[in-house]
């Protein structure tokens, strides 16, 4: 990383309890529910957040913008996000962190070898790990100067974001004739119940990812996961 980067980040105001003044996150998520815990880390923590819930629109606002930290999920709806990474990981003018996000543990891996400094294992809901990921990532002169309290604060993120995922989700099963959108609803209704604890939804999603990687008939998974969405959208209560 260059001088010129190090002393732009070291003028920054960071404090003992927020670690991450003046930063600016870019999340790169499609998720609302987990862009809003991100959202909640990232104010506690003193960073601005801009999102993009597709590559498309990520490169859109890298054009334009320079962000302090890139948090890209692995699974998007128009392509993986290895691919981003592997992008900004080759630029000249690099972004100071990139890190991977996804609900599945080897997601760490898959973004490491894109160029990645680091990865945070979905839920992302623990200040600490967060701000952590972030610090460890910058060179040191970049991090903030003496003692550090460890902050144990476990965010919880509105339910009307998570409402609006699963509307989308709903949306897209209810949709015939394209069955390779089976494939981008299962990984993202994954990582949704991963977020939100929902260990019904989670395993609803394994199987219909699994059937469709084995060729299999779908039908089945995707009457009971329709049911699963359909009943958390009726019940209008947190998983």
């Known amino acids: 990383m260059s001088d010129d980067m190090t002393g732009f980040l070291t003028q920054r105001c960071q404090t003992a309890d927020r670690p991450l003044q003046g930063m600016t996150v870019l999340v790169v998520e499609d998720s609302r529910f987990a862009c809003e815990a991100m959202r ?73 070898e894109a160029g990645a400094d680091g990865f945070l294992e979905k839920p992302i809901e623990s200040l600490a790990a967060f701000q952590a990921a972030i610090l460890s990532a910058l060179p040191s002169a970049a991090r903030p100067k003496g003692p550090r309290a ?12 998570l409402r609006d995922d699963l509307s989308l989700a709903a949306g897209i099963l209810s949709e015939s004739g394209d069955e390779t959108r089976l494939d981008y609803v299962a990984q993202f209704l994954s990582g949704l119940a991963i977020s939100a604890h929902d260990a019904a ?30 009943q958390r959208l009726a019940s209008g209560a947190r998983f």
């Open 40 to 112: 909640i880390l990232c104010l506690r923590s003193g960073a601005r957040i801009r999102r993009a819930d597709c590559l498309r629109s990520a490169r859109r606002h890298l054009a334009t913008y320079r962000p302090t930290v890139v948090i890209v999920d692995l699974g998007l709806p128009d392509g993986f996000g290895q691919e981003l990474i592997r992008d900004l990981a080759a630029m000249s003018a690099r972004v100071p962190v990139v890190l991977g996000t996804s609900g599945n543990a080897d997601g760490a891996e898959v973004a490491r």
């Open 150 to 161: 460890l902050a144990n604060d476990i965010v919880t993120p509105d339910p009307l974001a």
């Open 201 to 230: 939804l989670e395993a609803a999603a394994a199987d219909l990812a699994r059937d469709r990687r084995a060729g299999r008939s779908t039908s089945g998974d995707v009457t009971r996961i329709s049911g699963l969405v359909r």
